[in-house]
């Protein structure tokens, strides 16, 4: 398919306006932390699997050992938003030491999928915790993340570089990124559709991604229904569940409502979370869940 371009508030692939239908992926329970991902196999069939059903976009939490997960890709057509980690959660803006370490790995991380075939961009961070943007201040944060963009940019000046946050904070003024993702979890229709909205009304200028969006099917999966006696409305998003196969068609209301909302004029485009593990706290411990892969397993 060829790069894809950011231009004023939308990506553009060539001369046409290019709407990302996303889905997040990995990384995965049970395959080890230097493993991620299944083996090549069942990649390729996932990723058919995804674009037969209408996806053109992936995010990955975790970078592949090596780039046959992205001509896996290059493939089925799929473009790839990759995030390249760093530690968020440490005290990294007053340490000159832990500083370096986070642009190396930025460096490293960058260099290694700059070649990549079809990748949408880099998210250079993921909601650093609010607690940490308020003892340090807003400006700190903004610094350490346009040095971020800048080491990146440097190596690769023209694969798009991003930051994935959340509304804890939104106030952060990170308008220096080719695009912004946003991770968005409201459950109430109206109050969703607001919130888009105001995204909008933030970043008049900027392609936005709803980077990550959905319910937590652990906590609100069928048994949550059937202890609470809901039954699937408009506003119970629910995305299938490893135990319980109530109610298997709920997770329609998921799709259904987010993209409704999320694909109406200049609103951002959106990627539906659907992965098993959780970055960061261990991939045998999974404290949230959702259910597009579990459908799929089904």
Request: charged share 25%.
């Amino acid at each position: 398919m060829g790069a894809v371009q950011a231009r004023g508030f939308h990506f553009y692939h060539e001369r046409s306006k290019w709407l990302a239908r996303g889905v997040t992926y990995g990384p995965f329970e049970g395959l080890g932390e230097h493993h991620p991902y299944p083996p090549d196999d069942q990649v390729r069939k996932d990723f058919a699997f995804m674009r037969a059903s209408g996806v053109n976009a992936v995010r990955l939490y975790a970078l592949p050992g090596d780039g046959a997960l992205g001509e896996a890709a290059a493939e089925h057509d799929l473009q790839l938003l990759l995030d390249i980690p760093w530690p968020k959660h440490l005290d990294v803006y007053d340490d000159p030491k832990l500083r370096a370490m986070c642009l190396r790995m930025v460096e490293e991380g960058v260099r290694r999928v700059r070649s990549w075939p079809n990748v949408l961009g880099v998210f250079l961070g993921n909601e650093i915790p609010p607690d940490l943007v308020r003892w340090h201040g807003p400006a700190k944060v903004e610094r350490f993340l346009h040095a971020l963009y800048r080491k990146a940019k440097s190596l690769a000046p023209r694969l798009l570089a991003g930051y994935a946050n959340f509304p804890s904070t939104e106030y952060l003024d990170l308008g220096f990124f080719d695009f912004l993702g946003f991770n968005v979890y409201l459950h109430d229709p109206e109050e969703f559709r607001r919130y888009l909205t105001r995204l909008r009304l933030l970043y008049p200028e900027k392609p936005l991604l709803l980077s990550e969006v959905g319910l937590d099917s652990l906590r609100h999966g069928g048994h949550y229904l059937e202890a609470t006696d809901r039954r699937p409305r408009a506003y119970d998003l629910f995305a299938g569940h490893r135990e319980s196969h109530a109610y298997p068609d709920s997770h329609l209301h998921l799709h259904a409502h987010a993209h409704v909302h999320a694909f109406r004029p200049q609103r951002p485009a959106r990627l539906v979370r659907s992965r098993g593990g959780s970055p960061g706290r261990g991939f045998g411990n999974p404290q949230r869940c959702s259910g597009l892969e579990e459908l799929h397993q089904r």
